[in-house]
């Protein structure tokens, strides 16, 4: 295991996501498997979340977001690769994200999953992005384009959006007419359990 979390890291750091610190925080650390097999480093924030402020942001309930999609035929499920690292952590805050490993001390750069408010961060951004756009809705790091037509869905500035916003993404799933809007739903509730 200390292999795969040198790796992951490593990763990590290249990627500008964390960088060595000298900060007087120091959060412990653990790598989790995730569904997918693929490993995921945890910081284990509970004692700097008991002295965080909540910042509610609440998320679209799964049963509100296909109001409205009836006659839509055209689906594209996106993912925000890595969705809380999408988000920089501000200047003042980035000794406080830090966390200690058997072998060095690291802050975040970008957003950590585990801090209070990370999701309600997120999700703002996220909201912010989408903003008039009345054919994608989000749900965490899944975004739906959903059309009536074919013509109307290539038209989607979506990727544009991502794009200026930095934001890295991938399409997960195209569904087409001859699928259903209930295999979407299902995907959708079976990944928020």
Known sequence: MRQTLRDELREMEDFGVIRKSSSPYASPVVVVKKKDGTNRVCIDYRRLNKLTIFDPQPMTPPADIFQGMEKDQYFS??????????IPVRKEDIPKT????????????????GMMNSGATLTRAVKKLLCGMDNVVDYIDDLLIHTETWEAHVKTQLFKRLQ?????????????PTL?????LADINR???
């Open 164 to 176: 200026e916003a930095n934001f890295t993404s991938y399409v997960l799933i195209l569904f087409l």
């Open 98 to 113: 830090a966390f200690v490993t058997m072998e060095c001390h690291y802050e975040f750069l970008r957003m950590p999953f």
């Open 191 to 193: 990944q928020s359990s």
């Open 77 to 86: 499920k996106i993912d925000l690769s890595k969705g809380y690292w999408q």
């Open 180 to 184: 259903s809007l209930h295999l979407l």
